[in-house]
C-alpha cells in the first residue's frame, strides 16, 4: 500500500521588520549610506535630483566618494547642483523623510537632528505664510524669475524629467551627462535646460504644502482627509503621485493598512520617475505584506518592477517575494534565479534556501534537493527562531521523503523519529508521525512502531489534524498481522465516522463550481459570523482548509478589511462622515465582497478535494472489508502458520522484535503529551504460532 508522497511549499512564513522613511536633509554621508547597502544609481540620482541641497565638491570629497565606492554618475549628479544657488529648503521640507521615520511619524536619531535644524531655519526664515523670507528677498532681486523657475522646476522633478525627455534641450542634457570628457559644458547645459524647461513646470500649490504640514505635524485626520479630498476631485493632477503617498501614510499611520496599501500601490505603479516616493512607497509595501503576512499586492506588482530599481533596505526582501511569485506560477527556473540573488544576511535566505530543494525535487534533481535541505538544516540563520525551527523542521520532513520515495524505508523512519525528538508538539509533529507510520509499515518487522505512532496520531492531541487516512493504514496493519476482528472493528469505525462527514460536505458544495456568487455564499455559511452550519464538520476539517495558501490569503484579507471596518467606524465623526470615511467603507465594502468570492471558490475546492479524499478511502475500506469477508484472509493464515507454503518474494513476515530500550507506555484510554510518540504494541500478531 504505497503512498505517494509530495514536497509541500513553504506558505504563511512572512515576518515583521522594521522600516525607515527618509530623511529631511540629503548629506554625502547619506548618499555614501545608499551606495553602501546597494540602492541603485538611478534612485540615488533620483533622490539628488529631489533633495534640493547643493554639492560643491571639493577634490578631496570627490576622492572620499571614490574611496566609498560611489559611482562617476552619482558624483556627476553631485556635480549638476551646484550651479543651482537657489535651491532652497523648500521643496526637500516636503519630500517623505529619507531615514529614522518611526510609526508614529517621528524621526529617530538623525531624523531629530534634521528636525532641529528645520525648526532653526523655520524660526529664521518663515513669515506668518509660511514661505521662506530668503526667498521673499531672492523676488526682489535682479535674478528672482530664473531662482523661482529652478526652484519650482526641481520641486517637480517626475514632470522635469517629463519635460525633458519632449523637449531637445532636455535629451541634450542627459547625453552631456553621459559624456566623461565634457563635464563643464555638461553642467551648463543642464543649467540652461533646467532654466528653459522650468516654464512649464507648476510648483507645488499651497494646499498640498500645507497638507503636508500637517502630515509632519502627526495631524493624520485632518492630512488623509485633504489629500483625499485633492485626489477625489482630480484637483492636481500632476501632482497626483505626492498626495497619492501622503494620503497612503496617512492612513498607515492610523492603522488602516489595507487602505494604504492600495494607495502605495499607485505610487509604485508610477515608477521609479516619481523618486522617493516611489522607493519609500515599495518599502512601506514590503512592511504591510509583513505585518499582514499577506503578500499579495507585492506578489501582483513584483514583476512589474525591474529589479535594478529595487531599494537597498528592502532589496532582499524583494527578491525572495519575486521568488515567491514566480513558483506559484510555477516558473521555476525564474524563481531558483531569485532565490539565489539573497544573501545570508537576509531574514528570508533559509526560507529561499527551503523553496530552492522544493524546486529541486521537482525537478527530479533527487541528491541536490536533498543537499540544500541539509544545508538548512545545518545552516545559522537570522530570524525568529520558531520560524526556523519549523522551516528546519520542514526540510527534514522533505529529507525523509526522498529517502522514503527512493524505498529507503529504514532510514526515513529514522529522520521522521528525529523530527519527533526535536519537535514534540511542533507545528509538524502529527504528519512525522503519520508518514513514519507508513516508513515503519514498509519496513521489515517494524508493524509494533508504525501502531504505536497511529496510536498517538488518535490522541485529543491531534483532535485538529485531518488524518482521516491513519485508520486505514492501522487496518492494513492489523491485518498484515492477522488480526482480523480489530480489522474489523476499525473498518466500521472509520465508516461511522467518515461517512457523514462525506455526505455532509457534498450537500455544502455548490452545484456549479464556476458559480462565484454561490462560491460566497458558501464562505458566508461556514464562516460568517452568525453561521451554525459550520458545526456539521470537525475542527480538523477547517484547520486543513486554513492551511491551504488559496484559501488562507483571501481570507484573512476578509479578516482584515473587517477590523479595518471596525476602525473606520470608531473614528471621529468628522472624518467618518466626510468624503475619506464614506469612500474608503464603500472602497473596504466592495473588496471584501470580492475576496469573500475568492475565499468561497478556494474553499469550495478543498472540499471538493477532501471530499474526493475521503471518498477513495472509502473505497479502500471497501476492498479490505471485502478481503475479510471473502476468506481471503484465511490464506494469508495460513501462510503464516506454515512459513514453508509462503514464496519468499511475497516478504511475509513472522516476528515481531521490539526494542528493549524503549518504554512502553500502557494505553488505557488516557493520554499524556510526554508520553506520545512511545507508544508500540508490545503483543505479537496472530499470525504467529
Request: charged residues 35%.
Amino acid at each position: 500500500m504505497m503512498r505517494r508522497l509530495f514536497l509541500a511549499p513553504l506558505a504563511g512564513l512572512f515576518f515583521l521588520m522594521a522600516m525607515a522613511s527618509p530623511a529631511l536633509a540629503l548629506t554625502l554621508d547619506d548618499v555614501k549610506q545608499m551606495v553602501s547597502v546597494g540602492v541603485p544609481d538611478n534612485i540615488i540620482v533620483s533622490t539628488v535630483g529631489n533633495s534640493e541641497e547643493v554639492f560643491n565638491l571639493t577634490p578631496e570629497q570627490i576622492i572620499d566618494l571614490k574611496g566609498a565606492g560611489v559611482s562617476d554618475k552619482v558624483i556627476e549628479a553631485l556635480q549638476a547642483t551646484a550651479g543651482s544657488q537657489s535651491r532652497t529648503t523648500e521643496t526637500r521640507e516636503e519630500e517623505p523623510r529619507r531615514r529614522g521615520d518611526d510609526e508614529d511619524g517621528s524621526a529617530s536619531s538623525r531624523g531629530d537632528d534634521d528636525e532641529d535644524r528645520s525648526s532653526r531655519r523655520s524660526s529664521r526664515d518663515e513669515d506668518d505664510d509660511g514661505y521662506s523670507r530668503r526667498s521673499s528677498r531672492d523676488d526682489d532681486d535682479e535674478g528672482s524669475s530664473r531662482r523661482r523657475s529652478s526652484r519650482d522646476d526641481d520641486d517637480e522633478g517626475s514632470s522635469r524629467r517629463r519635460s525633458s525627455r519632449d523637449d531637445d534641450e532636455g535629451s541634450s542634457r542627459r547625453r552631456s551627462s553621459r559624456d566623461d570628457d565634457e563635464g563643464s559644458s555638461r553642467r551648463r547645459s543642464s543649467r540652461s535646460s533646467r532654466k528653459k524647461s522650468s516654464s512649464k513646470v507648476k510648483k507645488t500649490p499651497k494646499e498640498i504644502k500645507e497638507l503636508i504640514g500637517r502630515y509632519k505635524d502627526k495631524k493624520y485626520l485632518g492630512a488623509s482627509l485633504g489629500f483625499y479630498r485633492i485626489l477625489d476631485e482630480g484637483k492636481y493632477p500632476e501632482q497626483d503621485h505626492k498626495s497619492q503617498y501622503y494620503l497612503a501614510d496617512s492612513l498607515y499611520k492610523l492603522g488602516l493598512l489595507h487602505s494604504a496599501q492600495v494607495y502605495f500601490q499607485k505610487v509604485v505603479k508610477a515608477g521609479p520617475d516619481t523618486g522617493s516616493y516611489f522607493s519609500n512607497a515599495l518599502l512601506r509595501l514590503v512592511t504591510i505584506a509583513d505585518k499582514t503576512k499577506d503578500p499579495i499586492y507585492l506578489i501582483k506588482t513584483i514583476h512589474k518592477i525591474d529589479a535594478d530599481d529595487y531599494p537597498g533596505k528592502v532589496k532582499d526582501d524583494l527578491y525572495y517575494y519575486a521568488g515567491v511569485a514566480d513558483f506559484e506560477r510555477q516558473d521555476y527556473k525564474a524563481a531558483k534565479r531569485s532565490f539565489a540573488r539573497l544573501s545570508k544576511s537576509s531574514t528570508h535566505y533559509y526560507k529561499a534556501r527551503y523553496y530552492i530543494g522544493v524546486i529541486q525535487n521537482e525537478q527530479n534533481k533527487k541528491a541536490a534537493a536533498a543537499k540544500t535541505f541539509q544545508s538548512v538544516l545545518k545552516g545559522d540563520f537570522i530570524g525568529d527562531p520558531d520560524e526556523i525551527s519549523s522551516v528546519k523542521q520542514l526540510a527534514m520532513i522533505n529529507i525523509a521523503r526522498i529517502y522514503y520515495a527512493a524505498e529507503r524505508f529504514p532510514r526515513a523512519a529514522d529522520l521522521y523519529e528525529n523530527i519527533g525528538k526535536s519537535a514534540r508538539g511542533g507545528e509538524y509533529w502529527g504528519t512525522a508521525l503519520y508518514e513514519s507510520a507508513w516508513a515503519y509499515f514498509m519496513s521489515e518487522n517494524k508493524e509494533h512502531k508504525a501502531l504505536g505512532h497511529l496510536l498517538t496520531l488518535s490522541s485529543p492531541f491531534f483532535e485538529r489534524d485531518f488524518v482521516p487516512d491513519a485508520m486505514i493504514l492501522e487496518a492494513l496493519t492489523y491485518y498484515r498481522i492477522c488480526e482480523f476482528k480489530k480489522v474489523e472493528g476499525l473498518l466500521d469505525d472509520f465508516k461511522g465516522k467518515y461517512a457523514p462527514m462525506q455526505e455532509a460536505i457534498t450537500g455544502m458544495l455548490p452545484e456549479d463550481a464556476s458559480d462565484l456568487n454561490a462560491a460566497r455564499d458558501l464562505y458566508v455559511d461556514l464562516y460568517g459570523r452568525k453561521s451554525k452550519k459550520y458545526r456539521k464538520l470537525p475542527v480538523a476539517i477547517f484547520s486543513r482548509i486554513e492551511s491551504d495558501r488559496s484559501f488562507a490569503g483571501p481570507h484573512n484579507r476578509v479578516l482584515q478589511i473587517q477590523n479595518e471596518l471596525n476602525r473606520i467606524k470608531a473614528m471621529k465623526s468628522q472624518w467618518r462622515e466626510a468624503e475619506i470615511g464614506k469612500g474608503l467603507t464603500k472602497q473596504l465594502a466592495s473588496q471584501a465582497k470580492a475576496y469573500k468570492k475568492f475565499a468561497g471558490a478556494a474553499l469550495a475546492n478543498k472540499l471538493g478535494s477532501l471530499k474526493d479524499q475521503i471518498a477513495d478511502l472509502m473505497g479502500q475500506e471497501a476492498l479490505l472489508r471485502f478481503e475479510m469477508v471473502s476468506g481471503e484472509y484465511r490464506t494469508y493464515l495460513e501462510k503464516f502458520r506454515n512459513p514453508e507454503t509462503a514464496e519468499t518474494e511475497e516478504g511475509v513476515e513472522f516476528d515481531f522484535a521490539t526494542n528493549p530500550d524503549l518504554i512502553y507506555w500502557p494505553f488505557n484510554g488516557e493520554f499524556w503529551q510526554d508520553e506520545l510518540g512511545y507508544y508500540e504494541r508490545v503483543e505479537p500478531g496472530a499470525c504467529t504460532e
